[in-house]
């Protein structure tokens, strides 16, 4: 496998951001740090809309940290070569060498880009001389430019020119912690974890906060939600995730007693939040985070999450509203929460 000495970060969003732009782009850098702070690697430069990272003979490695970082779109392996046509040409053929072999019949194209308008050759130049050195070196290539196996990029920068065919993608959104924080109602199923991890995919900083009532629920179900954290944690803010737990079996066994156990979920519910609202008022949250589904439950009806609300002022995010059971299975499974969590 070639050693690529750099990682070609990518991130979508945050180039709409306008004067704003920069504090997203320093959290992100930020959350990258957190997130690669135990594997070696070198510099991260940013510069004209791409995040640079040098690695240390652990591209791969580094590339699968960064999958779990939002706003990073993608990220690709780079060669990086001096000026010199001859010199991107040997940097092109170690690409596709390491990307289809040079023994296996597949299509290409080259795409090249010249932000750098002081290098001699046009864009459309560059891909034509690659292009007949490629064709010449591997007889088993040809070129498709409507539908190839393989693209090799081209881009030719002040710093140099930088090669390469792979395009990792990664979960793209806005770096967590972008948005303010947000105190999630983690109860430990397939819900409320896959509520966090959507909302930290917009940018929210998470904490959260389950309700532990034994015997009602076993140590068990604790240890699976503090399990639960750690996996959610390397998605948020720097890498962490605060979680508090709250004392829930005196108001359950109240709520057992009370004249109402038809309505004894709503008033439980009710209850929760209150708490919530109050927690998340002393940790400067701005918004309460749920896992509710509308229609799953008797107490996820729009009449009953209307009766819910009405104890707090805080806004409550629904991040699954409109999601059905599979949906949730389905992205709980992808995000590695599902396991954990039945």
Same mark, same amino acid.
């Given at each position: 496998m ?5 990682l ?9 951001k306008?004067r ?15 997130s690669? &702070? ?10 004209f809309?791409?995040?640079?990272l040098?690695?240390k003979? $652990?591209?791969?490695?580094l590339?699968?940290r ?11 392996p ?8 001859e010199?991107?040409?040997e ?11 040079s ?5 290409f194209?080259?795409?090249a880009?010249?932000? $750098? ?15 007949g ?9 040809t070129?498709?430019?409507?539908n190839p ?9 002040q ?31 397939i819900?409320s ?18 309700f ?17 954290? @750690?996996?959610?944690?390397?998605? $948020? ?16 066994? &109240?709520?057992?007693k009370?004249?109402?156990?038809t ?8 209850f ?5 609202t109050e927690?998340?008022r002393?940790? @400067? ?23 819910i $609300? &009405?104890?707090?002022t ?6 699954l509203?409109?999601?059905d059971?599979?949906e ?8 590695g929460?599902?396991e954990?969590?039945i």
């Amino acid at each position: 496998m070639l050693m690529y000495p750099l990682l070609l970060v990518r991130y979508g969003e945050l180039s709409l951001k306008g004067r704003n732009r920069k504090t997203f782009e320093d959290i992100l850098l930020a959350n990258m740090r957190s997130s690669l &702070a135990d594997l070696p690697h070198g510099r991260i430069t940013k510069t004209f809309g791409r995040i640079y990272l040098e690695t240390k003979d $652990n591209w791969a490695e580094l590339a699968q940290r960064l999958q779990g970082v939002f706003g990073i779109v993608s990220v690709s392996p780079v060669l990086k070569r001096d000026l010199d046509l001859e010199e991107i040409k040997e940097g092109a053929s170690l690409v596709v060498q390491d990307t289809k072999g040079s023994t296996f019949k597949s299509t290409f194209k080259v795409e090249a880009r010249r932000p $750098n308008k002081a290098f001699p050759l046009t864009s459309p130049e560059l891909c034509n001389a690659l292009g007949g050195h490629l064709l010449r070196s591997f007889p088993h290539l040809t070129v498709d430019v409507h539908n190839p196996d393989f693209i090799l990029n081209v881009e030719i920068r002040q710093e140099g020119a930088f090669l390469y065919s792979q395009v990792i993608p990664c979960p793209g959104g806005l770096p967590a912690g972008s948005s303010g924080k947000g105190l999630l109602l983690l109860s430990g199923g397939i819900d409320s974890p896959i509520a966090g991890f959507l909302s930290m995919k917009r940018g929210v900083k998470i904490e959260g906060l389950h309700f532990y009532s034994y015997p009602f629920t076993s140590e068990r179900s604790k240890a699976k939600v503090v399990e639960l954290a @750690n996996l959610l944690a390397p998605y $948020n803010a720097k890498g962490s995730f605060k979680l508090w737990i709250a004392y829930f079996t005196e108001i359950q066994k &109240a709520l057992q007693k009370s004249s109402y156990p038809t309505l004894s979920i709503t008033l439980m519910r009710r209850f929760m939040l209150r708490i919530a609202t109050e927690l998340a008022r002393r940790e @400067n949250a701005l918004a309460l985070i749920t896992g509710d589904s509308l229609g799953q439950v008797a107490s996820q009806t729009m009449e009953s999450i209307h009766v819910i $609300n &009405a104890v707090t002022t805080t806004p409550v995010f629904r991040p699954l509203i409109g999601m059905d059971k599979q949906e949730i299975i389905d992205l709980a499974m992808r995000v590695g929460t599902y396991e954990t969590s039945i």
